[in-house]
């Protein structure tokens, strides 16, 4: 049968790239949130670059640096899970209705229903 609804399967296709985009974007965020509250608690003093930057303007120490990597990363994480989950509800909703699509065929007897697989493996003895 031929695959209908081609728009939301690439929008599905979107959703896992951004997804995936998203964490690790934060991942590298999150290490240099901490690498930058390393340096910044050398010098005792917040980098006039990362002042006006949210977040990274207020990391000083190497403590507070590994605290907001922390949740830069959670952040990041709990972006891909919902970015990743709403593309496999897409899937899933076009799985349902290929296969609701599919059994109303074979209902209006357009197609004979294929036979159910062999559990043992071996040829049945129906020729």
């Given at each position: 049968?031929?695959?209908?609804?081609?728009?939301?399967?690439?929008?599905?296709?979107?959703?896992?790239?951004?997804?995936?985009?998203?964490?690790?974007?934060?991942?590298?965020?999150?290490?240099?949130?901490?690498?930058?509250?390393?340096i910044q608690g050398r010098v005792g003093q917040?980098?006039?670059?990362?002042?006006?930057?949210?977040?990274?303007?207020?990391?000083?120490?190497?403590?507070?640096?590994?605290?907001?990597?922390?949740?830069?990363?959670?952040?990041?994480?709990?972006?891909?899970?919902?970015?990743?989950?709403?593309?496999?509800?897409?899937?899933?909703?076009?799985?349902?209705?290929?296969?609701?699509?599919?059994?109303?065929?074979?209902?209006?007897?357009?197609?004979?229903?294929?036979?159910?697989?062999?559990?043992?493996?071996?040829?049945?003895?129906?020729?």
């Open positions: 049968m031929q695959k209908k609804f081609r728009a939301l399967r690439i929008v599905a296709l979107i959703y896992k790239v951004i997804a995936w985009i998203l964490l690790i974007g934060g991942i590298v965020g999150a290490l240099m949130t901490v690498v930058i509250g390393a917040v980098s006039p670059m990362m002042g006006r930057v949210p977040l990274l303007g207020r990391t000083e120490g190497l403590w507070v640096g590994i605290v907001t990597g922390v949740l830069v990363l959670l952040a990041a994480l709990v972006q891909f899970v919902l970015l990743y989950a709403a593309s496999e509800v897409i899937d899933l909703a076009l799985a349902i209705e290929q296969n609701t699509r599919e059994t109303a065929y074979f209902l209006r007897g357009e197609n004979v229903v294929p036979p159910p697989p062999s559990w043992t493996g071996a040829p049945s003895a129906q020729s």
